[in-house]
């Protein structure tokens, strides 16, 4: 494998950006846009069975990167990067205008980690995704090895990475750790235990008060213990944040009341992007586990007006509802996207069309329910058939609805104009 296409002169000597997604050795003319103008690359390196094929790639880019501020760097974790991962190390070194830095988890390796705090000042430092299998372990054994050691991090907005979640804590206490942070993703595997979810909470509370965007990506792989099940209680301590933003997966449904629900309104007034793990992780031929009763989504509604966004799991639904005789509560007004996850949908066709119904009532016409499930070891046809006859349901009700409202909006004039109704 040779990149002799490095060495030519750049096609685009202006470019500012380049995104490149390479699928087996299809990486020859990435040179040929590789411009000392560029500011922002994104690469993608997909289905390399060879580790110094990448390796030399990373390396060729060596120097020819000097006014880059973004970088981000994706690739698949079946194969052993080893070689790859000390050449991007020896990269960062030649990006001295770096601030934006996302690679995936499985790279932030000591020697990428030293070579980050001791040239670079990043504002974000983030995973392009979540990897938890056992190639990604195999990098990181002991968890991350990310250190708030010296001041190169301290001005960080935005932090992803993932690690044991017993040494997250200790992690977030250093003197030089990022307290102006703003956007945190964090992921941790093997999680047995939710009360430490809350002692690192309780410490990232205090440390960084400006959060405002949290994600938490926390799997036991295999049976849940009841102890590791995340309830309401191990969250609160967020209540003291002014989220906006909200994400929480994990491989048991999220436990929380009405209540609580009144509670998370009341301190995140202003937020719209709201993920309660809507796809908890159901094995095939289990009883699927309780959720939210989907019928008391307006309690949603009313806790979040901003709600642009949300995710959560409902319980089983398998009772008629009728919308024309039951009461009504607050509709949705800024929801663009519902996102049901793993929840079970009956097959029966007034069941269906009673939650078709709600929701069109409850929801924006232009609004959308998603239910693609990727973690779905049930029925998955039976799942996809019954939510797609809700959304096809919906959206007839939808303009239903609307040909009424228009045709109200044209009889008032002429209802307000009949002699009885004159001033």
Same mark, same amino acid.
């Given at each position: 494998?040779?990149?002799?296409?490095?060495?030519? =002169?750049?096609?685009? =000597?202006?470019?500012?950006?380049?995104?490149?997604?390479?699928?087996?050795?299809?990486?020859?003319?990435?040179?040929?846009?590789?411009?000392?103008?560029?500011?922002?690359?994104?690469?993608?390196?997909?289905?390399?069975?060879?580790?110094?094929?990448?390796?030399?790639?990373?390396?060729?880019?060596?120097?020819?990167?000097?006014?880059?501020?973004?970088?981000?760097?994706?690739?698949?974790?079946?194969?052993?990067?080893?070689?790859?991962?000390?050449?991007?190390?020896?990269?960062?070194?030649?990006?001295?205008?770096?601030?934006?830095?996302?690679?995936?988890?499985?790279?932030?390796?000591?020697?990428?980690?030293?070579?980050?705090?001791?040239?670079?000042?990043?504002?974000?430092?983030?995973?392009?995704?979540?990897?938890?299998?056992?190639?990604?372990?195999?990098?990181?054994?002991?968890?991350?090895?990310?250190?708030?050691?010296?001041?190169?991090?301290?001005?960080?907005?935005?932090?992803?990475?993932?690690?044991?979640?017993?040494?997250? =804590?200790?992690?977030?206490?250093?003197?030089?750790?990022?307290?102006?942070?703003?956007?945190?993703?964090?992921?941790?595997?093997?999680?047995?235990?939710?009360?430490?979810?809350?002692?690192?909470?309780?410490?990232?509370?205090?440390?960084?008060?400006?959060?405002?965007?949290?994600?938490?990506?926390?799997?036991?792989?295999?049976?849940?213990?009841?102890?590791?099940?995340?309830?309401?209680?191990?969250?609160?301590?967020?209540?003291?944040?002014?989220?906006?933003?909200?994400?929480?997966?994990?491989?048991?449904?999220?436990?929380?009341?009405?209540?609580?629900?009144?509670?998370?309104?009341?301190?995140?007034?202003?937020?719209?992007?709201?993920?309660?793990?809507?796809?908890?992780?159901?094995?095939?031929?289990?009883?699927?586990?309780?959720?939210?009763?989907?019928?008391?989504?307006?309690?949603?509604?009313?806790?979040? =007006?901003?709600?642009?966004?949300?995710?959560?799991?409902?319980?089983?639904?398998?009772?008629?509802?009728?919308?024309?005789?039951?009461?009504?509560?607050?509709?949705?007004?800024?929801?663009?996207?519902?996102?049901?996850?793993?929840?079970?949908?009956?097959?029966?066709?007034?069941?269906?069309?009673?939650?078709?119904?709600?929701?069109?009532?409850?929801?924006?016409?232009?609004?959308?329910?998603?239910?693609?499930?990727?973690?779905?070891?049930?029925?998955?046809?039976?799942?996809?058939?019954?939510?797609?006859?809700?959304?096809?349901?919906?959206?007839?009700?939808?303009?239903?609805?609307?040909?009424?409202?228009?045709?109200?909006?044209?009889?008032?004039?002429?209802?307000?104009?009949?002699?009885?109704?004159?001033?």
């Amino acid at each position: 494998m040779s990149f002799e296409a490095l060495g030519r =002169p750049v096609f685009l =000597p202006n470019i500012r950006r380049l995104k490149w997604q390479a699928f087996g050795h299809s990486i020859r003319g990435m040179g040929l846009f590789t411009s000392p103008s560029l500011k922002t690359v994104e690469l993608g390196l997909f289905m390399f069975g060879i580790d110094d094929i990448i390796a030399q790639l990373i390396k060729s880019l060596h120097g020819r990167l000097p006014k880059v501020e973004s970088f981000s760097l994706d690739v698949e974790p079946r194969f052993d990067l080893r070689a790859t991962i000390r050449a991007v190390a020896t990269l960062l070194k030649s990006m001295p205008k770096l601030s934006i830095l996302s690679l995936p988890p499985f790279f932030l390796t000591e020697s990428v980690v030293s070579v980050v705090a001791s040239h670079l000042k990043l504002n974000a430092l983030v995973e392009n995704k979540h990897s938890y299998d056992e190639m990604a372990k195999r990098y990181n054994e002991d968890g991350c090895r990310l250190s708030f050691a010296s001041e190169a991090l301290s001005q960080l907005e935005s932090l992803g990475f993932h690690t044991d979640i017993h040494q997250a =804590p200790d992690l977030f206490q250093s003197r030089w750790a990022p307290r102006g942070l703003k956007h945190l993703s964090f992921g941790s595997r093997g999680v047995t235990d939710a009360a430490w979810l809350r002692s690192f909470l309780e410490t990232l509370v205090s440390i960084c008060p400006l959060l405002e965007d949290l994600q938490l990506h926390l799997y036991t792989h295999g049976n849940v213990p009841e102890r590791a099940h995340i309830s309401f209680q191990h969250i609160a301590p967020l209540l003291h944040l002014g989220l906006t933003k909200l994400v929480i997966r994990h491989d048991s449904p999220f436990r929380y009341s009405i209540q609580d629900v009144v509670s998370m309104g009341r301190a995140w007034q202003h937020m719209a992007h709201l993920i309660l793990n809507n796809e908890p992780l159901i094995i095939r031929g289990a009883e699927a586990p309780p959720g939210f009763d989907l019928f008391s989504l307006f309690i949603f509604a009313e806790a979040f =007006p901003e709600l642009q966004v949300l995710g959560i799991y409902f319980t089983p639904v398998s009772r008629v509802f009728n919308v024309i005789e039951e009461e009504l509560g607050p509709r949705f007004m800024k929801l663009q996207t519902l996102w049901v996850g793993g929840s079970v949908m009956s097959r029966d066709g007034p069941v269906i069309e009673g939650v078709a119904l709600f929701l069109a009532d409850i929801m924006p016409s232009e609004s959308r329910l998603h239910y693609e499930y990727s973690m779905w070891y049930q029925d998955q046809e039976h799942y996809n058939d019954t939510w797609r006859r809700v959304v096809d349901s919906m959206q007839v009700s939808m303009k239903a609805m609307q040909v009424y409202h228009r045709r109200m909006t044209c009889i008032a004039p002429a209802i307000g104009g009949l002699p009885g109704n004159a001033a």
